[in-house]
């Protein structure tokens, strides 16, 4: 037989599955490995879905979404991005993920260098690679509190760079983005003519009365695409649902490739998602204000048993250092799951800056959470 895809073959390993193919296999074991909350979906966006089937909201729909669904999204943004967004500035998506890859395709040429933050959500590799994108890393830099550098990225930076990613409140690391950093990036984009691709799926989450900022609220020219959904905000990650914004364009292009895989975004869940968004927000404030008590709680621990950790200012996420155990993240992952059965996402899956870190969820039911960073800093100081 002819040879396999060879792109596929060489594809980045997505990194964590490692502890979480185990994980899935041992009921007892407690899951901080995965980016997902610990939620299920609130009743009243359950019941709209139930009510869209029974009122017939079966059949394809447009290829950029319901009318009335990008409507709401448009509304639920303006605010954010400072101005009226207007219908054809939308495009609603199966998952941010689809919006990613459907804004690279709509602005990156095979060949194209795309840069994108060290450590990031390893999919943007995958993704990148997939297309026949090159990857550029550009450090969210500790010593500059997690954010890049202007000489960072600008030394990266080749005529062959199309495309900047960035990601604010970041996974892995709950950095959010200041004002600075967001001007400073905008204006590299300008000087060397970049699209930038904001990921903004956490945005929701912040905390200490931070801010978190959108990228297109700075957009002087139509170069940024913003990306967002449901799974994090509303805990729907199994509906599959997001959505870009863009300009009309560019999401005419991220509508057109649709056609070739997948076709429309799942009409259930758009009538869902239109709910979720114009319905109570009870929800949403209620579990930022557990996260925020679960992360509170998690730092306390850490800072308490001297294992560094950066303090998130967003996002559900601890970056936390186990260097001092002397173990590499990846035999660090292994040995507290098999000594305490509990998972945890390692640092290199993230990328190269992540080697001595290891990634902890705290979307998880805070007794079990608790119990589990306790071991987690009880593994680093063993051998101390
Ligand atoms: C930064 C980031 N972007 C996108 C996604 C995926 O979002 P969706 O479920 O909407 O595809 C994740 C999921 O972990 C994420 O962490």
Redesign the pocket.
Known sequence: MKPLSKTLQTMPGYGIPLVLDKAVNVSECIRLEA?EPNYVTPKYICDAAARAMEEGYTKYTPLLGYASVREAIARDNSEKVGRRIDLSEVIVTT????A?HNALRAVAEEGDEVLLPDPC?P?YKMQLHSLGLKAVPYLMDEKNGMMPTREGIESLITPKTSVIIV?SPS?PTGAVFDEATIRMMIDLAVQYDLYVIS?E??DFLTYDGVKALSFKRFDPDGRVIMIG????KYAM?GW???FAIAQPEIVQLMGRVMTTYGMNTCCIAQKAYEAAITGPQDFVRESVESYRDRRDTTLAICREANVPVFSPQGAFYLWIDISASGMSADRFAEVLFERHLVGVAPGPAFGASGEGKIRVSIATEKEALCRGVRWICELVNENR
Do not use: E, F, H, Q
Request: positive net charge.
């Open positions: 980016g998952g941010a993920t689809m990613l959500w999919a990601n996974n990921d799926i956490y959904g449901a799974s994090k990650p599959r649902i997001g």
